[in-house]
């Protein structure tokens, strides 16, 4: 259940109830795709760096080390011993990322995997049926992401076959959450908002999938290439037609400058791997901007990686210091830097949220949105 607390303009200060714990919005969920941050943090550092969501993968899950594997343990919140929220994308976003390894028809997806190259069948059914063995909070519909540019005939149809699987994911989770052996009875079910960079085809299918009255509501297939100012173009179209009482999710974004720009038309959740991604290879988020630290300027730097962050990583170590790990290839500097990149985001939520209540948010995007975007 989602309830909006304060707007300034559009922006949404909120709270996300849920049997795993309430989320306070707008918020970011820190991305474990096989159940855990790649940079080597498990779930007990993620209370440490102020994660609400955790984010796993049902194609990754489902390949390995199975999803009947992971529901005989428990379900996804025993296994990986995360116990608040936890999201399952849908394995739609695998129809658009593994498209030289997959065939799209009616009934649903035929891929082969990309770990052995045996091959498997997704439709909504059975990416429902999976993601009610992880037992997580909540479950993505499964949709088909398109590339960008698209051709309009085959986005419109697109849009019109994920509207269908949605109507069937429904129904299925329906059927899971009435059996007695589900791990999550109250499993929460997302849809999902696509149509390229098509206003109109955009503007439709919001509308259609508004009249099914799900948990919550997601934008799909952005921020896979297209210019931001597309994006920005397609959640201010969107935005006036998502129920205003469910809560708002914009998928794999992104920036801290995108999600202050999605936060301030009117977008609620965010996810992305690009900050742990960059972390491991150096690329670091400040309060000044973006640092490089294999740079040979901080060969003999003794600040902190950001002097104005209170993360457990900038308390104790020095730029030089993590510079050392990363030329010495240390797997320490990817966890250092990993845990510092997603602390920053974690905090970046906070001081929105902050921001929000205070009736500051304005000045807050004016300062920062572009400010920790630029590379130093």
Not at 57 to 70: A, E, F, I, M, Q
Not at 145 to 154: F, G, I, Q, R
Not at 171 to 183: A, F, G, H, Q, Y
Not at 209 to 232: F, H, Q, R, S, T
Request: proline letters at 4%; one cysteine or more; charged letters at 25%.
């Amino acid at each position: 259940m989602y309830n909006l607390i304060k707007k300034e303009g559009n922006a949404r200060r909120g709270e996300f109830v849920t049997v795993h714990g309430t989320v306070q919005t707008p918020a970011f969920m820190n991305v474990a795709t096989c159940g855990a941050i790649k940079g080597a943090l498990s779930a007990v550092d993620l209370k440490e760096i102020g994660c609400q969501v955790m984010l796993s993968n049902t194609y990754h899950l489902h390949v390995r080390p199975g999803d009947d594997l992971v529901r005989d343990m428990g379900g996804l919140h025993k296994f990986s011993v995360w116990n608040g929220p936890i999201l399952t994308d849908s394995g739609g976003f695998q129809v658009f990322s593994l498209s030289s390894l997959r065939k799209i028809q009616e009934e649903g997806v035929c891929f082969q995997s990309h770990v052995d190259g045996r091959h498997i069948f997704m439709g909504p059914e059975e990416s429902m049926r999976i993601q009610s063995n992880l037992g997580s909070t909540i479950a993505m519909a499964f949709d088909e992401c398109v590339e960008n540019p698209a051709k309009y005939e085959y986005s419109k149809q697109s849009c019109e076959r994920t509207t269908r699987w949605l109507i069937r994911c429904k129904e299925e989770m329906k059927r899971l959450n009435s059996l007695p052996e589900t791990i999550n009875k109250n499993q929460l079910l997302f849809g999902i908002n696509q149509g390229c960079t098509f206003d109109d085809l955009r503007v439709e299918h919001m509308k259609e999938i508004a009249k099914l009255d799900l948990d919550g509501y997601a934008i799909g297939g952005l921020a896979v290439g297209e210019p931001k100012e597309d994006m920005y173009r397609i959640i201010s179209a969107v935005e006036p037609h998502m129920p205003a009482d469910k809560i708002r999710y914009l998928m794999g974004v992104g920036t801290p400058g995108n999600i202050i720009e999605a936060v301030y038309r009117g977008v609620d959740l965010f996810d992305c791997v690009m900050p742990s991604r960059n972390a491991r290879h150096g690329h670091l988020f400040t309060k000044q901007g973006i640092i490089n630290l294999n740079n040979k300027k901080y060969e003999r730097d003794s600040l902190p990686i950001d002097p104005e962050c209170n993360c457990p990583v900038c308390r104790s170590f020095s730029r030089s210091y993590i510079r050392h790990l990363f030329k010495s290839k240390e797997m320490l500097a990817m966890r250092l830097c990993v845990m510092h990149n997603l602390y920053f985001y974690n905090m970046l939520m906070q001081e929105i949220r902050d921001a929000i209540d205070n009736g500051t948010f304005e000045e807050y995007r004016a300062k920062y949105v572009n400010l920790l975007d630029t590379r130093i």
